[in-house]
């Protein structure tokens, strides 16, 4: 007979998970391989709280497997490492983000690109190497090979700098892999949720001007005060997208739900890129005529690979690039996934694990 996830790994781990595509969130009690050579344990401190986490607990990308530990963006402290482990040692400050494993081998990995491997294993709901299913942060202890494991700056806020590990990566790398990192250039970023206002912070430290497109004229002030945008416009208001058409060199879509993308290709400047990072639910329509006329490129991103996840953290600490969060105890996850879907954070929910998740 099958072991429980509780009984099947030596160390015992505790979590919280939802059941069903209910999505609720309650404790969850389950187990993690012992110290493999390769392996670093730490002990989790915090974990951000991603859309990705929301869509994947209520199966709205139809491939959940309950029951579903999220979170990856974790950072922590390790508690112990393989004896072939020479990234880390116990005591550092560590992160993991959205995978723990891939082939090692093909031409994406050789070429640092794990995240596009094609055996690529993502931190949660994926199955191992071992056959067993992968939990994610939103658990005291996590066990992960070193070569998925990011060295944390040194003096860098673990709690605030936990969303770099998904929401800055995923914004860091198109910006540089589609040249958009040019000074000057004026860069359209779509959603300011957490990975939209985190795109921000990246386009301004390279330079651009950014225009912020959203749905929510609340956030205008601090769009433009706090976080540096150079304008914001409401993308439910044609007369403001027209006032915007052909302006854009690049656009970073951050959007989690269905929305027109014609409005937004007509903002880009002829040659202009669009990049989607957003994972809507329901596929979005693309019209081609915007596109030709223009010779416009529309692209998708998704994540980074360990190499440029490690330069992207360390970036972010040299230029002092923090995402803005609101901490929360564990016991607040469900509350935060309500707000989360109506877009009522400002702008990255972080879980205080270490103070509200004990082992019992
Ligand atoms: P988030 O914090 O919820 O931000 C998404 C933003 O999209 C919202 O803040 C909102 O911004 C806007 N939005 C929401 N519903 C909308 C609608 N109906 N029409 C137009 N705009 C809407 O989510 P996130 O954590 O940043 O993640 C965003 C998306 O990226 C998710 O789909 C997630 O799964 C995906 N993701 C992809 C990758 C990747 O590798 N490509 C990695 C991580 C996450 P405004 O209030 O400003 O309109
Ligand atoms: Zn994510």
């Not at 903002?267 to 990049?275: A, C, I």
């Not at 994540?303 to 996840?309: A, H």
């Not at 109506?342 to 702008?347: F, G």
Request: hydrophobic content about 40%.
């Amino acid at each position: 007979m099958a072991k429980s996830p509780e009984t099947e790994h030596p160390l015992k781990v505790v979590g919280w998970a939802t059941r069903d595509a209910s999505g609720v969130f309650s404790p969850f009690k389950f187990s993690r391989r012992a110290t493999g050579e390769h392996d670093v344990q730490f002990k989790v401190l915090y974990c951000g709280v991603c859309h990705s986490d929301l869509h994947k607990a209520k199966n709205e990308w139809g491939n959940a497997r309950y029951p579903l530990v999220p979170g990856h963006e974790i950072v922590g402290e390790v508690t112990e490492v393989g004896s072939k482990v020479e990234k880390v040692k116990v005591g550092d400050k560590v992160g993991v983000g959205c995978m723990v494993g891939s082939c090692r081998q093909c031409d994406q990995c050789t070429n640092d690109l794990e995240n596009y491997c094609s055996k690529m294993i993502l931190t949660y709901n994926a199955v191992y190497t071992d056959g067993t299913i992968t939990y994610g942060g939103y658990s005291n202890l996590m066990v992960a090979d070193e070569h998925f494991i990011v060295r944390w700056p040194d003096n860098f806020p673990l709690d605030a700098g936990a969303p770099l590990l998904c929401a800055g990566i995923t914004t860091y790398s198109p910006l540089r892999y589609f040249g958009l990192d040019k000074p000057g250039m004026n860069i359209g970023v779509v959603g300011l949720g957490g990975l939209g206002h985190v795109a921000v912070k990246f386009a301004k430290a390279f330079g651009a001007k950014v225009t912020v497109i959203s749905t929510s004229i609340n956030k205008k002030k601090e769009a433009i005060e706090k976080l540096g945008a150079d304008l914001f416009l409401v993308s439910r208001d044609p007369e403001e997208m027209k006032s915007a058409a052909g302006t854009l060199d690049g656009i970073i879509d951050t959007v989690s739900a269905h929305h027109p993308i014609l409005p937004l290709l007509g903002s880009l400047k002829p040659h202009g890129k669009m990049v989607l990072v957003g994972v809507p639910e329901k596929p979005l329509e693309l019209p081609a005529f915007p596109l030709l006329s223009g010779r416009k490129l529309i692209a998708g991103s998704g994540i980074g690979g360990m190499k440029e996840t490690q330069e992207m953290i360390d970036f972010a600490a040299k230029h002092n690039i923090l995402p803005d969060v609101e901490i929360i105890p564990v016991d607040y996850i469900n509350t935060a996934m309500d707000r989360l879907a109506k877009s009522d954070v400002k702008y990255r929910f972080v879980i205080d694990i270490a103070n509200s998740l004990k082992a019992e």
